[in-house]
């Protein structure tokens, strides 16, 4: 026979849960926040050449305060009958017409008085999608939704050595641009380290056109991006089903701002593509072998 478990009071759980009263601590509201990274071809004048390509994030213009007229994440509040992941997939469908997309939770954000309405706690997410595949519509609380193109640079950095460790400081600067708009922020990334204990902050120095807090979240997640680009098969989420080898380092490329050499670039990726018998037919373009993503990579 199971054991019944009484609390001090002599409460059972069930009614335990019968008298518990859910006013006894203030309910701060949660929200979800999205970032949604693709990459483009640029325009080329030289239909000889390849297209460059270009990483961008899509954001919205907020139609109503706080912030109203300046550019956001796209997202939202979570209801009390949903999941948080939900509530991401949900906000992701209504303000951008996007769904069917990788996705992954990156972070929390809960700073006091991040939100001027009220006690706003955010989790925030990262999607990645093929641009060709999207249909972007701004929802019914957003102005506008649009693709801004990304400069991110390191201006300046500092590491002091402590009795215990060390300090080092990093700002950087963010430029989100597109025909229309300009938007531009520099946020300040604080590490210390003492021992194998590190704290890590993060602070908006300054911010034109980008609401709340998501100077953070945005500094946050493309560092995440070009982390995780190294290690693991995130890219082909931006790709098409068939690619050529020099599409595919582009994209690695964009992403991590710097040129890689193309003979270690596909030794790095050879057992993540699978060549096809198809090949391109762009005119003005010498035909090049396609390829597409390798499933069963990660068992090879």
């Known amino acids: 026979m199971k054991e019944i478990l009484r609390n001090r009071q002599g409460l059972t759980e069930e009614e335990f849960l019968e008298k518990y009263d859910a006013s006894m601590f203030e ?40 912030f109203m007229g300046q550019w956001a994440l796209p997202g939202g509040f979570v209801s009390m009958q949903e999941s948080v992941e939900d509530a991401a997939l949900r906000e992701l469908k209504t303000e951008t017409n996007v769904d069917n997309v990788y996705m992954e939770q990156l972070y929390t954000w809960g700073d ?54 060390y300090i080092a400081e990093k700002q950087y600067s963010i430029n989100l641009w597109n025909d229309t708009y300009a938007l531009s922020t520099t946020v300040k990334v604080v590490e210390i380290v003492e021992g194998r204990v590190i704290q890590t902050s993060r602070e908006v120095v300054e911010s034109n056109g980008i609401a709340f807090d998501h100077a953070k979240i945005i500094e946050y997640g493309i560092e995440r991006l070009k982390n995780k680009i190294e290690y693991t098969d995130i890219a082909f989420n931006l790709m098409p089903e068939l690619f050529t080898l020099s599409e595919l380092q582009q994209v690695y490329e964009v992403i991590l701002g710097k040129e890689l050499l193309a003979a270690a670039f596909r030794r790095k990726i050879a057992d993540m593509v699978v060549e096809t018998n198809q090949f391109t037919k762009d005119a003005g373009h010498r035909p090049s072998k396609l390829y597409r993503f390798n499933h069963s990579w990660r068992t090879l």
């Not at 270009?54 to 907020?62: D, E, P, Q, S, T």
């Not at 990262?126 to 595949?133: E, G, I």
């Open 112 to 165: 006091v008085g991040r939100d001027p309405r009220t006690r706003v706690i955010s989790c925030s997410y990262m999607a990645l999608a093929d641009s060709a595949k999207l249909n972007i519509v701004a929802g019914d609380d957003a102005d506008d939704a649009k693709w801004f193109n990304i400069r991110y640079n390191i201006t300046q950095e500092k590491k002091t050595i402590t009795e215990k460790g």
């Open 27 to 66: 309910r701060p509201s949660v929200t979800v926040d999205m970032l949604i990274f693709t990459v483009v071809n640029e325009e080329e004048e030289n239909y000889r050449k390849l297209p460059e390509k270009a990483l961008k994030l899509l954001m919205v213009k907020r139609g109503d305060h706080p």
